[in-house]
């Protein structure tokens, strides 16, 4: 008898390679919307749950999506169908679109978000830069991790938010920042704080690692990537010539989505279920773009006041001045 793969059993294979309960409690993780007992036909990865991801899992002949972040992260008022929300929920129950997350859970697990960013880098030697508190780690995550198949790449089987390690090969600062745009396929990043001279020791964190730029100093990093950098920390690394890239949300998590894509694939056939397409989105991309002033065909504006004739330019005010202009 040929067994069929339904939402309990996808989740509990879930649970086994990233566990639910090392979501922070402040998360949302698991079956956000479904039914525990349907079958799954196929399965659909992607880093955000959208109208358009659940039109391209539709489309793709896919009942299931797996995200990264949550549908349902803070608790519902109201479900009201004329805003993006609720149009969702209801897009979702519609179709019978099962839509399931695993936020933190595999951010802090070995092989998860940041030890993927940390692989992709070449780093090695890696540890948490917070480590988890009475961690359970999957067995099942630490084989398949990058970092853990080679001794080249060796890792802390510690779980944990962040990574830090070591480039096999110290390289200039300016190398570095070229390496990591490559990397990531990126035009431009922020930086803040002085670019160091050499580069060795290098923190990450994926995803809104904001809170983790002071941790990553202590651990004497010699820079920190990572995304939504708050102003005052961006600040903070200016003070204490700390160097901090902010590679954006996107970015720094969404090499994870294919690595999860090969390990479910491998998991659920070793489990019997060759039959069940793993896909990733095609239609998902960074929400952010850069717009170029030489890009845009428009007139310029005229933005000096005939009258007073005072710029409305900050910059050009004699008592303002750029924070990431050189001193004169």
Known sequence: MISTLDINKLLKLLNAISPFNQAEDWDNVGLMVGDPGQKVRGILLALDPTEVLLAECRIRNCNTVITHHPLIFHPLKNIRTDHPPGRLLATALKHEINVIACHTNLDALVGGVSDILAQRLGLINLQPLQPLHSPQPSQRLQSWSPTASSSSTASTNCPGFGRIGELTNPMAGETFLVKLLD????????????????????AVCGGSGSDFAERARQTSADIYVSAEIKHAVARWAETHDFCVVDVGHYPSENPMIAQLAQLLTSELASAGFHDIPVRISRQQRNPFRLFYRDQIKHPRYDNSDQRSGFSHNPLSHPLTRNPYEAPT
């Open 183 to 202: 990397t990531l396929d990126l035009e431009a990043a922020p930086v803040a704080g002085p670019l160091p001279t050499m580069v060795n020791r290098v």
